[in-house]
């Protein structure tokens, strides 16, 4: 199997003090920052995929911001692949999918932000793409939800998403069990 990383969505804005702070953002970064750094040791694909707001009335990654570029914990090298996007799933009018089987994937690890939305749209759609999923919980993070009258705190959503998402559409890891096992 060829093994690839994406990185989703890891931007400023998503930090403290950006325009849509999320919880554990800074600690997700760190654990996508180790995965990184193993596919960078062993030379694997990897490709980093940054938001741009383009709908109406988007409060942020906004083009030209500090918001939107990509978060120093996981900053890009000079090569290594970007592909920009502006819906919540990452193949979604993208050149992904192409770049991917281009380079013989078949299996895509996971890391990013935010779990309720784009890792969860971008990981259902690589399983339905025929990619195997591996996605690596502690290197994610989200943030509080309202359905009317009840908040949904950030570990609740988070655990939720994840939950639906494992086992038929990706295998869910921590990243201590994804460095231990990867083959």
Known sequence: MTTALLIIDIQND????????LAGSLQASLQAREILSFFRGKGLP????QHLAARPGATFFLPDTEGVKIHHNVEPRPGETIIQKNYPN???DTPLLEHLRGQGVDQVVVCGMMTHMCVEATTRAAFDYGLA???VHNACATRALAFRDLVIPAAQVHG????A????YAKVVSTADFLANFR
Do not use: D, K, Q, W
């Open 46 to 49: 990897l490709v980093h995929i």
């Open 14 to 21: 998503y930090f403290p003090g950006g325009r849509m702070e």
């Open 160 to 163: 939720a998403f994840l939950a």
């Open 90 to 92: 990452a193949f979604r």
């Open 133 to 135: 999923v591996t996605v």
């Open 165 to 168: 998402l494992s086992p038929i």
